[in-house]
């Protein structure tokens, strides 16, 4: 009679250590977003201003000259490398300080940046001419590394470790000032009146 009790209590510990909920990172409260969901939602609004920026430029050769409207696309691509070399040296340091932990996960998007602000940094004085192409050129370059820093977020919403704080604002710097970029373009594009 003994050995059946004990059967049945090992049978329940076991039974309830089965049913026992595991979380290895805290939930978040309902209607909270996360970080990594909040870069995911500016992502669309990126390929929003993507589409206006190519708008504007198309609008723009009506009224201003090629010359005109590719110093503007320059001017502002300009200011955006700056801003992409300095993400990038904050994801470099991070990758030292954590290699074993984001170098898988942000190594892609570390090439992307450095091939990014490579190729938009050169000078291309017989595409710059023409500036519906030069915009082409330039927001292929910004469509990549923004689906590069999409695919990176994905990798860190799925991986257990959470992204350090200076990753995270780098990340987010790319976003913002890629969304900034697009946006400041298109104003500057519309017709003075």
Known sequence: MAK???LI???CVVQGTFGLVRRDAPATPTGEKSFLDNLLEVGGKIQVAFDETRQSVLKSLG???DEEVVQTIQ???NQYVERLKSVQGTIDQELKKHTDVFDPIVKDLNTKLAETTATLSQQHPEVAQKAKEY???VQTNLQSLVAEAQK???KL???TRAPTEEL???LKQIYDSTFETLTKTVDELKPKN
Request: glycine content about 0%.
């Open 4 to 6: 059946l009790v004990y």
């Open 9 to 11: 209590l090992a049978l």
């Open 63 to 65: 009224f201003q000259s």
């Open 75 to 77: 001017k502002n691509t």
């Open 135 to 137: 915009q082409q050129q």
């Open 152 to 154: 990176t977020v994905e």
């Open 157 to 159: 919403k799925q991986d």
């Open 168 to 170: 995270q604002k780098a």
